[in-house]
């Protein structure tokens, strides 16, 4: 898995040949989302999605998907869905939600996954988890290669009060006290124990602030069922 030769006037920068997907040449930081669909037999689906955002400063939400996925089917189907981001204990349950179906459908992984009404919309939410989204489904852009832009607008939101931003409040602290679970596609996951707003420049060992990169167990699933075909 090699580049172009780095060029003259630019050392140390390697191109990247863009005939072919380049997001697995390198790593970038993305949310983990869990987004909840309502299935054709009244039951709920959960997915676990990276390519997931607000949309500008209004409260619109978007992810990619496919028109193969559940997700999608189900969400142009019923106009509605949730979203749900979890914490960083919550690895485990995120990869459950990326489960493989049964013959007929099923996706049994998912009574491993405790789960909560939505109050606006036909869903549920993951207990546990810091952030919940209730969308009804705004649009669908299709034609991003095989995928799809999901975009909803937010007609319900709460968070766990740990996580709630005061105007009195240190957010270095809230950070410290509430972390936040990203995901690094292709397959990682970062901890990191401490967080600041100062803008240092120092590496993470030289600010007092440990990080560690890892790919646990369950990270596999979460690419292949996940992150290889949103």
């Known amino acids: 898995m090699s580049g172009s030769a780095d060029s003259e006037d630019r050392p140390g920068v390697v191109e990247i040949p863009v005939d072919r997907p380049i997001w697995d040449r390198f790593f970038t930081v993305a949310p983990l989302t869990i987004v909840g669909t309502m299935e054709e037999d009244g039951g709920h689906d959960l997915a676990p999605k990276h390519m997931a955002m607000p949309l500008g400063w209004s409260n619109y939400f978007c992810f990619a998907c496919s028109p193969r996925h559940a997700t999608q089917v189900n969400a142009q189907r019923t106009g509605f869905f949730t979203v749900s981001f979890p914490r960083p204990d919550q690895v485990v349950e995120t990869s459950l939600a990326a489960g493989?179906?049964?013959?007929?459908?099923?996706?049994?992984?998912?009574?491993?996954?405790?789960?909560f009404p939505a109050r606006e919309v036909e869903g549920v939410l993951v207990e546990d988890a810091y952030l919940w989204l209730e969308c009804r489904l705004d649009k669908v852009l299709d034609g991003y290669g095989a995928n799809s832009l999901i975009i909803g607008e937010i007609v319900a939101a709460a968070v766990a009060e740990g996580s709630?931003?005061?105007?009195?409040?240190?957010?270095?602290?809230?950070?410290?006290?509430?972390?936040?679970l990203a995901y690094l596609p292709p397959g990682r996951f970062p901890w990191t124990p401490q967080t600041s707003s100062r803008g240092s420049r120092q590496s993470g060992q030289e600010a007092g602030r440990p990080v560690a990169v890892s790919r646990p167990a369950s990270c596999s699933l979460l690419r292949r069922r996940s992150e290889a075909r949103p």
């Open 100 to 115: 493989p179906r049964e013959e007929g459908g099923d996706k049994p992984s998912l009574a491993g996954v405790s789960t």
């Open 164 to 180: 709630l931003r005061s105007s009195d409040g240190d957010d270095a602290d809230l950070l410290a006290g509430e972390p936040l």
